[in-house]
T-cell receptor
């Protein structure tokens, strides 16, 4: 199984509050993991990717950070949320090397 | 800057007819292209892909066409079925940047009886 678990499914947070979204994956070890965000009316934008424990690459400057404390765990965080952080956050992994990404069911974040 | 564009936000098609979804890209380094299908409140699901060494790839009712000179690809669904109603995303990457896919904004397809 290459299942991806994301939680929570929906989240409403006030501006200035912290954020922690967790993604855990099953299946083969040492997967490449990704965080994407879909803002309203837009395509998916790559935020972070990780090729191993403790290895994080950021694609766009932003108010968010990511961490990979364990092989199959990928966390997206913020110390203080902005209104513009609202969106649909998706965790993804490669099924195999150089294969299409497999996505989790996402977290819908609304910052109020 | 959007490197992958889907200029049609929505498409309505009758059941049994052909659905044609279009996608344009600007980065000539892209050499691998994918289509994803997304239902509400779910993550995107991989549908079909094509590499730049081909101009057509077929999988059942789904066919993707690639025109490299025009930097254009399209997805054909024949025949369209009610279960095909979803948002379809086009994505592209360069082999050396695998996983860093650039996505279009999506096309909402509605298949009517």
């Amino acid at each position: 199984s290459q299942t991806i678990h994301q939680w929570p499914a929906t989240l409403v947070q006030p501006v200035g509050s912290p954020l922690s979204l967790e993604c855990t994956v099953e299946g083969t070890s040492n997967p490449n993991l990704y965080w994407y965000r879909q803002a309203a009316g837009r395509g998916l934008q790559l935020l972070f990717y990780s090729v191993g424990i403790g290895q994080i690459s950021s694609e766009v400057p932003q108010n968010l950070s990511a961490s990979r404390p364990q092989d199959r765990q990928f966390i997206l965080s913020s110390k203080k949320l902005l209104l513009s952080d609202s969106g649909f956050y998706l965790c993804a992994r490669e099924q195999d090397t150089n294969s299409p990404l497999h996505f989790g069911n996402g977290t819908r974040l609304t910052v109020t | 800057d959007q490197q992958v564009k889907q200029n049609s936000p929505s498409l309505s098609v009758q059941e049994g007819r052909i659905s044609i979804l279009n996608c344009d890209y600007t980065n000539s380094m892209f050499d691998y292209f994918l289509w994803y299908k997304k239902y509400p409140a779910e993550g995107p699901t991989f549908l079909i892909s094509i590499s730049s060494i081909k101009d057509k790839n077929e999988d059942g009712r789904f066919t993707v066409f690639l025109n490299k000179s025009a930097k254009h690809l399209s997805l054909h669904i024949v025949p369209s079925q009610p279960g095909d109603s979803a948002v379809y995303f086009c994505a592209a990457t360069a082999t050396g940047d695998w996983g860093k896919f650039q996505f279009g904004a999506g096309t909402q397809v509605v298949v009517t009886p």
